[in-house]
């Protein structure tokens, strides 16, 4: 089974407005952290948000924001007023508490493009 | 303050040659991961090493690949004997200790096999 699911291949959205990158994850370890990477065309990963299964309050970054419903097992990564720049593959993560090695499980990645 | 170094940004190799790609984490840290990207696809574990050990190299293929993080100097990907499906990109990561430690990325190596 997929670990994470990424199921929007690619996203258009204008500029100035905020879109929804989607990502669900399946674990049956309580503990376990998800992140968010920025992979623009000239290909280093960025890291822009984490978000742990205890947390409390949603994850907050500058214009990154994460809508974590843990029932639901999602972690949508929220971008307000999109700017040009954000046009990249974004990739959903998460880390296990029982993997010692605190490897990351990605998913396979949305393409967004910003429109002027 | 310099992030993930990672070297050579581009390496090309014939099918049959070795490839090492090189790896300095951030400073003070000490975990070390290794991942591939194939094209339009998310990264993939290949190993994860502190200072002169490998924790978990469940990732890695069984033959041709090897990967050290010594006491001194950088962390080391070599694969030895290259084939064309070797063709990829090689990111190296590192972070502090706990699970609520991002993973910072380098700039990848590409590798191409002719």
């Known amino acids: 089974a997929q670990k994470i699911t990424q199921t929007q291949p690619g996203m258009f959205v204008q500029e100035k407005e905020a879109v929804t990158l989607d990502c669900t994850y399946d674990?049956?370890?309580?503990?376990?952290?998800l992140f968010w990477y920025k992979q623009p065309s000239s290909g280093e990963m960025i890291f822009l948000i984490y978000?742990?299964?205890?947390?409390?309050q949603n994850a907050t970054e500058g214009r990154y924001s994460l809508n974590f419903q843990k029932a639901r097992k999602s972690a949508n990564l929220v971008i307000s007023a999109s700017q040009l720049g954000d046009s990249a593959m974004y990739f959903c993560?998460?880390?296990?508490?029982?993997?010692?090695?605190?490897?990351?499980?990605f998913g396979s990645g949305t393409r967004l493009l910003v429109r002027p | 303050n310099a992030g993930v170094m990672q070297n050579p940004r581009h390496l090309v190799r014939r099918r049959g040659q070795e490839a090492r790609l090189r790896c300095s984490p951030m400073?003070?840290?000490?975990?070390v991961y290794w991942y591939r990207q194939l094209p339009e696809e998310g990264l993939k574990f290949m190993v994860y090493?502190?200072?002169?050990?490998?924790?978990?190299e469940s990732g890695m293929p069984k033959e041709r690949f090897s990967a050290e993080f010594p006491k001194e100097g950088p962390s080391i990907l070599r694969i030895q004997q290259v084939v064309r499906g070797d063709s990829a990109a090689y990111f190296c990561?590192?972070?502090?200790?706990?699970?609520?430690?991002?993973?910072?990325f380098g700039d990848g190596t590409r590798l191409s096999i002719l």
């Open positions: 990561a590192s972070s502090l200790e706990g699970i609520n430690q991002p993973q910072h």
């Open positions: 674990t049956s370890d309580p503990s376990y952290g």
């Open positions: 978000q742990g299964s205890y947390d409390q």
């Open positions: 993560a998460m880390r296990e508490g029982k993997d010692s090695s605190y490897k990351l499980i």
């Open positions: 400073k003070g840290h000490s975990h």
């Open positions: 090493l502190q200072k002169e050990n490998i924790i978990d």
